[in-house]
């Protein structure tokens, strides 16, 4: 697998990388950049196998950087849908459409973006929707099979911890523990289903030296950047996620 590279691939790697630790710092829209290339470089189904190890590095590092302000009310609330989510997502892998699936999961987080930008607009429209148990667990379904599919929950979970007025660090490291939760359990799955191996480690090795690098550089910005801002880009970017899966762009 990596005799097989060339050094675009690489070059595409390094920034997929970087991609992932820029993702764990608050900025979970961007995950789709990781998803793509790593899609273009190994190919839909086989780089969710080599991207797994990656985000789980990245999870520990956010953990290191952020962990100790998750607020674990939420993550507690989005944890059992989302497991229900991944087994979901593990029977149906190898027999669902795949432009099928990423259709749908692109119109739903699109038209979730909407009503979510329509929510900062006018806040008083949807009081109490959020905190409702049907949000958390119809989110936390869906959140659970597209990290299991594709490694693209990461527009989802930030969906749901903007929607309940999370605050920006505290949104970030309940991602950052919610997610290394999640990335683990897939992990024997994924070797279950032959996905990872020892080609695709040596891989994950190769590469993750760039992962903490993006975590610092998403961390400056992430500091700099006012409560409103942060929620509009978050939005902004899961739109161009949702987008990129309908093949918008």
Partial sequence: MLSSLSMLDMVYL????????????????????????????????ESTGVLLPMLVIGDFCAIKF????????HV????????LGIVMGWLLMGRLNEDAFRLLVGTII?????????????????????????????????????????????PVVALYLVAVNMPKWELIGSSAWLFLVLNLIKLPLSFNLGLIHLESLVVDA???????????AGRW???????RWFNSILL????????RLLGWI
């Fill in 14 to 45: 390094v920034i997929g990388a970087l991609g992932i630790g820029f993702s764990k710092s608050g900025f979970p829209g961007v995950s789709m950049l990781h998803v793509i290339v790593f899609a273009l470089v190994f190919g839909t189904k």
């Fill in 236 to 243: 902004a970017f899961t739109a161009i996620a949702a987008a």
């Fill in 76 to 83: 507690r609330k989005l944890l059992p849908p989302t497991l």
């Fill in 110 to 154: 699109m038209v979730l973006t909407g009503i979510q930008v329509l929510r900062l607009w006018r806040p008083e429209s949807f009081d109490g929707v959020p905190h409702t148990p049907w949000f958390a667990i119809v989110l936390g379904l869906l959140a659970g099979m597209t990290t299991m599919l594709a490694n693209a929950a990461g």
């Fill in 221 to 227: 910005l992430v500091s700099r950047v006012p409560q």
């Fill in 66 to 73: 952020f962990g100790r302000k998750a607020d674990w009310s």
């Fill in 206 to 216: 190769m590469f993750a030296p760039a992962i903490p690098i993006g975590m610092l």
